[in-house]
């Protein structure tokens, strides 16, 4: 059995080198014309897989190495079988489409398909796939194939991408398999790629009429990113392909996925760059509880995290809700909490993304935050505080507001620091916030917001003595919006107010709390 437990170690170093080696010098200094036009076409065939071709194409700028697929027996990709009535959950049952074996399993035709497949320098049958497929069977009846291509992962980078593509060849040659003998709905087959996975999922999908879904796990960046569709995972691969960017940085900054959309819709969680948890000191954590675990982290930490998230979401802990918003920038500050009138501002990440509204989009940005460790998923709360501007009044005031909230369900969550340092409030404008929390409130019915005025150093305007000016919040309300109640009318039925009842506003002084509570009668101006 192979597992490379040091495989992040050797991903860092052979593909920082190989994305390192652009195109030579005496090569950028000659035409366009003279380096690529004589480039004879290269040819790789197989008798049962067919034909492909490196063409002058595949030649890019962030491509400067192409080479044939290895011999198709040199890659030796393989399908491990689980399905529920396995005599143990993930017992290895080897199938193929040449050798007459599939009608000795468990294999289902009526039952969906999961296709999960690893990423460089990796195998089938590392942890992560074996978790993911238990899970998977935990929630559903499926037919779930892990694909261990682990011999034509290990050569370098650059050929592990020329690989890929015999890889998809078998997965495509496995899943037609179904369709024509055994009357498999294409629909019903589901491919799941981490790393160079995806772009493996990717050129199954080319090859596999009305495939259902697509799902990228940090698609691989260094050698797709910037790259024609026909290189790399795209939208037209299946009925709906979705994607988890989790390591977007690029791989000179040691990020080994892409900032890139690559699907209908793409989910970039924390940014989609460096992970919560994903740091020297977590990571030493867990290597001391789980070596190869923490050894892997230890160089692909963020990497990794997109294959965790997808198999958190099969457990269910909380709905992993994403949202539509123009940068991660503006979802931070809590101005992309609605779904739309049409519900297509949002989408599940994980197993329920095939439900997102309209599937006819590309390249749908959505974010989301998690947490360093599972269960990874948070509720998201958008906060806006509407400030009032009485006579009294300063025309701004900065400082730290703490929130306390009740839900009707009996949930709290206490003494919540909703600002930063020396926030500012400008009286009588509306103020937007996100926070996050692994408590569900569902709506909340009582608030205690306490405020206190914070001068600072680098600013002297902002000293404030009693004598001298007035230090208060003045507030009309605040609003709480739980961002993971969908469908949007659900949202906004869970939407509440908080004010000061009988009060047009209610002035929190310097180091008070104030009860604010939800009625009917609370008045909300913000937009």
């Given amino acids: 059995m192979r597992n490379y437990t040091l495989a992040p170690l050797l991903l860092l170093v052979v593909v920082v080198v190989v994305e390192a080696a652009v195109v030579p010098a005496w090569r950028n200094s000659k035409p366009h014309h003279l380096t690529r036009s004589h480039r004879e076409v290269e040819e790789w065939c197989d008798p049962v897989l067919g034909c492909l071709q490196l063409t002058e194409d595949w030649y890019l700028p962030g491509r400067p190495i192409n080479n044939l697929p290895k011999p198709r027996d040199d890659i030796n990709t393989q399908f491990m079988l689980h399905t529920r009535a ?18 000795s399993t468990t294999f289902d035709p009526l039952k969906p398909i999961k296709f999960i497949c690893h990423g460089f320098i990796d195998t089938g049958n590392l942890k ?17 194939i ?8 290990l050569p370098m980078y650059a050929q592990a991408a020329a690989n890929i593509r015999v890889v998809g060849l078998e997965i495509a040659y496995l899943a037609n398999h179904f369709i024509s003998n055994y009357g498999v709905d294409p629909a019903n087959i589901h491919l799941l790629g981490h790393s160079l996975g995806s772009h493996a999922s990717g050129y199954a999908g080319e090859k596999i009429q009305g495939l259902g879904r697509i799902s990228g796990l940090d698609p691989a960046g260094p050698y797709f990113t910037e790259t024609p569709e026909f290189i790399r995972i795209d939208n037209t691969d299946a009925l709906y392909v979705d994607n988890i960017h989790t390591d977007a940085d690029h791989i000179l900054l040691l990020g080994y996925g892409t900032e890139q959309e690559m699907g209908n819709v793409d989910f970039y969680p924390n940014s989609g760059h460096d992970q919560p948890g994903c740091n020297p000191v977590s990571i030493g954590i867990e290597m001391i509880e789980d070596l ?56 599940y990440m994980g197993i329920h993304a095939d439900q997102y509204t309209d599937k006819t989009r590309e390249g749908v940005r959505m974010y989301f935050d998690t947490d360093k460790e599972a269960p990874y998923c948070y509720y998201h709360y958008q906060v806006i505080v509407d400030t009032a501007h009485p006579k009294e009044a300063e025309d701004w005031v900065q400082g730290h507001l703490h929130i306390t909230l009740f839900g009707d369900n009996g949930e709290t969550i206490t003494n919540y620091k909703l600002t930063e340092e020396h926030e500012r409030f400008d009286h009588g404008q509306p103020k937007y916030f996100m926070f996050t929390s692994h408590v569900d409130l569902s709506r909340v019915i009582r608030m205690e917001a306490h405020w206190e005025y914070d001068d600072s150093l680098t600013d002297i305007g902002s000293y404030c003595w009693n004598l001298l000016c007035n230090r208060s919040l003045y ?49 909300f101006y913000a937009s």
């Fill in 86 to 103: 396995n005599p143990a959950p993930l017992e290895d049952v080897y199938i193929s489409a040449e050798n007459v074996i599939i009608d």
């Fill in 475 to 523: 507030l009309r309300s605040i609003q709480i919006s739980p961002m993971d109640y969908y469908p949007e009318e659900t949202r906004l039925d869970h939407t509440r107010a908080q004010c000061h009842v009988g009060s047009e506003y209610v002035k929190i002084e310097d180091d008070q709390t104030m009860d604010l509570v939800w009625d009917e009668s609370c008045v």
């Fill in 128 to 144: 992560w796939l074996k978790e993911m497929a238990e899970a998977f069977l935990e929630i559903g009846d499926y037919n779930v």
């Fill in 292 to 347: 190869p675990e923490g050894i892997r982290d230890l160089g692909a930490c963020s990497h990794g995290r997109a294959y965790k998230l997808f198999t958190d979401s099969l457990k269910e802990p909380c709905p992993y809700l994403a949202h539509e918003c123009i940068d991660y920038y503006s979802f931070e500050m809590g101005r992309c909490a609605s779904c739309g009138e049409d519900n297509s501002k949002c989408a």
């Fill in 146 to 153: 892990r694909v261990d291509w682990g011999d034509g992962s």
